[in-house]
């Protein structure tokens, strides 16, 4: 999870600012395909998810790193017109997940590096796609851990929609934007703020008095 220094949970790095190698990483991930074979599990949940929204035949919203999925049920009451898959490594997290009367999402143990490129194979377009504080990998030898360090980052564009990602490292959000600019996409950030948080990490962050930086883009694959 998130790496916090003490109990005010401000993210600590070694990094000042953005990371020096931030636009040589990301131009090779952009230049070469991304070709590491897939998980069977994840290929497995994706095949069965697969028929499932077919037959629903509405948008498509993910709702990457959806942890326990508190957002995802939250965004499936904002979004009755969509169907939302709540997207998280943790079969441990999401088992967290409470009974729900909504019937528009789903919750998918899945590898997100596998998931987003089979997405990307089967010709889907996102009408949305969150990813609300991820983990930020803050440890300046961590970049190509972070989504827009990562040999996927291409995957996240292809798949289109209107992104949305919040974060409490302002750098994070920061980085992102720098390597959307790469890809020849556009951004914006703005302060996010809200009487109602939608994850654990918002209201334990809003809690100790953090702001959240928010981007926003409406990909062009």
């Not at 972070?146 to 409490?168: D, K, M, T």
């Amino acid at each position: 999870m998130n790496e916090l220094a003490g109990n005010s949970r401000v993210i600590s790095s070694n990094q000042d600012g953005l990371h020096k190698q931030l636009d040589e990483v990301v131009l090779k991930h952009l230049k070469h395909p991304f070709r590491k074979p897939y998980q069977q599990h994840t290929l497995d949940a994706f095949k069965a998810c697969e028929k499932w929204v077919e037959q629903q035949d509405k948008p498509i919203i993910f709702d990457s790193c959806c942890g326990v999925g508190e957002s995802t049920y939250h965004l499936a009451k904002k979004h009755p017109e969509a169907i939302v898959l709540g997207l998280d490594k943790s079969a441990d997290r999401l088992a967290k997940h409470p009974q729900s009367v909504a019937d528009n999402y789903r919750l998918l143990q899945v590898n997100l590096n596998d998931f987003w490129r089979l997405a990307v194979d089967a010709n889907w377009t996102l009408a949305h796609h969150y990813l609300l504080y991820p983990n930020p990998w803050p440890k300046a030898a961590h970049l190509q851990r972070r989504w827009h360090g990562s040999a996927v980052f291409p995957a996240i564009i292809q798949l289109g929609g209107e992104l949305e990602l919040r974060s409490n490292w302002f750098t994070y959000i920061h980085e992102f934007a720098r390597a959307l600019a790469l890809a020849g996409q556009t951004c914006e950030l703005t302060e996010f703020q809200s009487a109602t948080a939608i994850t654990p990490f918002e209201r334990k962050y809003w809690a100790s008095g953090q702001s959240s930086l928010r981007l926003t883009s409406s990909l062009r694959p």
